[in-house]
């Protein structure tokens, strides 16, 4: 609907750079949550292989 709008007011190449303006952002926070995601999954890797999650979902599940 944007678009259509921008082509009668021949204001489109303000609506694309805001666009890709947009897409950059977007790639932005998709990036720096696939870092937070990898790191997590690293972390609970190396505290599987240790042991530690056993132990926590012990302790959490009160001895049942």
Same mark, same amino acid.
């Given at each position: ?5 921008a082509g009668f007011t021949r204001s489109i190449t303000a609506v694309?750079?805001?666009?890709? #303006?947009? *897409? %950059?952002?977007?790639?932005?926070? $998709?990036? @720096? +949550?696939? =870092? ?11 505290? #599987?292989? *240790? %042991?530690?999650?056993?132990?926590? $979902?012990? @302790? +959490?599940? =009160?001895?049942?």
């Amino acid at each position: 609907m944007g678009t259509i709008y921008a082509g009668f007011t021949r204001s489109i190449t303000a609506v694309s750079q805001a666009a890709l #303006d947009f *897409a %950059g952002t977007a790639f932005d926070i $998709a990036f @720096s +949550l696939t =870092g937070v995601m990898t790191l997590w999954l690293g972390l609970l890797g190396i505290a #599987d292989k *240790a %042991g530690l999650v056993k132990v926590l $979902a012990h @302790s +959490l599940r =009160g001895g049942l």
